[in-house]
């Protein structure tokens, strides 16, 4: 089975394809998407959506993975949130993808074994469950950890 993990974002999205076979997981790609901080969120959305369907078109994964949504401290911020979520959701609709939707603190508890993990944590552990991935960046990592919390509770 291959799994889509996705951290979406209006600045930057990644994403994170493994093979999910019994208990054993294997790296397939990763990548991040930036959007041009300049260009109107509509086009930012757009360029999101349909960056993420290549991504579905190159790996043609079985099933996707997202955090659940969270609330910032700044309504604009969590607005612009919703919105990158709502064009990378659509591309998976738009592929017949269901979206499972994880907890961030149960993507973290399910990678390092504790819910209070901070990124660092989670990207060592990324090491070790997929030893010589080339990780992207951040936001890849955090997707690829969705990824494997997915197959780990799925």
Do not use: Y
Not at 109 to 124: E, L, P
Request: proline fraction near 3%.
């Amino acid at each position: 089975m291959l799994i889509l993990g996705l951290d979406p974002s209006l600045s930057c999205t990644g994403w994170g394809v493994i093979r999910a076979e019994g208990s054993r997981i294997s790296h397939i790609a990763n990548g991040q998407v930036k959007t041009d901080a300049k260009a109107p969120i509509a086009e930012r959305l757009h360029h999101l959506h349909d960056a993420i369907r290549a991504v579905i078109e190159t790996h043609a994964p079985d099933r996707a993975a997202a955090e659940e949504i969270f609330v910032n401290k700044n309504p604009q911020t969590t607005l612009k949130l919703a919105q990158a979520r709502g064009a990378v959701l659509a591309a998976c609709a738009a592929h017949g993808l269901s979206v499972n939707e994880h907890a961030a603190r149960l993507v973290k508890k399910s990678i390092t074994g504790t819910g209070g993990a901070d990124k660092v944590q989670v990207q060592a552990m990324l090491k070790v469950l997929l030893p010589g991935a080339a990780i992207a960046g951040a936001d890849a990592a955090d997707a690829l950890a969705v990824a494997i919390a997915d197959a780990n509770l799925g």
